[in-house]
């Protein structure tokens, strides 16, 4: 596991999963999403953006599988392929998207509204929509070029698991664990 997402289940998930609101509290809004063409990337094509916003996003942490054991030098020809390594928690089992598969099947139009939306409700972790709800819709468009530019490539991941149910691949557990009480360190209680 890279040590990005061993920092992600570590210091997000406690939070996420760790204190549930009572079912009679009231649930905080989501964000609210920036204007539409506020705070932007610039860059020489919209593509070049995407590119940027792929590696400075995390988009390879989870969508490109030899990401992090090639250091973040994996070929622009094999990121974004998916992964069928899934992410296990209270939600299920979810696996991140082929996304280069996407464009052929998704408008422009369509990728931003499910980045903005969790994908109408649908979305799961580790999949950090509360962010991409936040990009300037310019930057979800430069990111959706990109991928297009990039071509169609690999295989479909498969479907999400539903909570309970045992995935059929590897899988990362995304919950925290306490740590056993007779591992305390020599002196401490």
């Known amino acids: 596991m890279s040590y990005r997402l061993a920092t992600l289940a570590a210091v997000v998930l406690p939070v996420a999963y760790g204190a549930r609101p009572a079912a009679n509290a009231a649930v905080p809004p989501p964000p609210r999403p920036l204007a539409a063409d506020t705070g932007y990337v610039v860059a020489p094509t919209d593509s070049a953006a995407g590119a940027y916003l792929a590696v400075a996003g995390g988009c390879n942490d989870c969508h490109t599988p030899t990401w992090s054991a090639t250091n973040g030098r994996t070929p622009d020809a094999d990121r974004l392929t998916g992964n069928p390594v899934g992410y296990r928690g209270p939600w299920g089992t979810s696996y991140a998207a082929n996304l280069r598969l996407l464009p052929a099947r998704m408008t422009e139009d369509r990728w931003v509204q499910v980045l903005t939306t969790a994908d109408g409700g649908q979305g799961h972790p580790p999949m950090p929509w509360m962010n991409t709800a936040q990009m300037s819709r310019r930057d979800l468009r430069n990111l959706y070029r990109y991928v297009k530019a990039l071509g169609p ?12 149910a045992e995935p059929a691949t590897p899988y990362v557990l995304m919950v925290p664990q306490q740590p056993r009480r007779d591992t305390a360190a020599p002196g401490r209680p």
């Open 153 to 164: 490539k690999g295989a479909p991941v498969p479907r999400a698991v539903a909570p309970g």
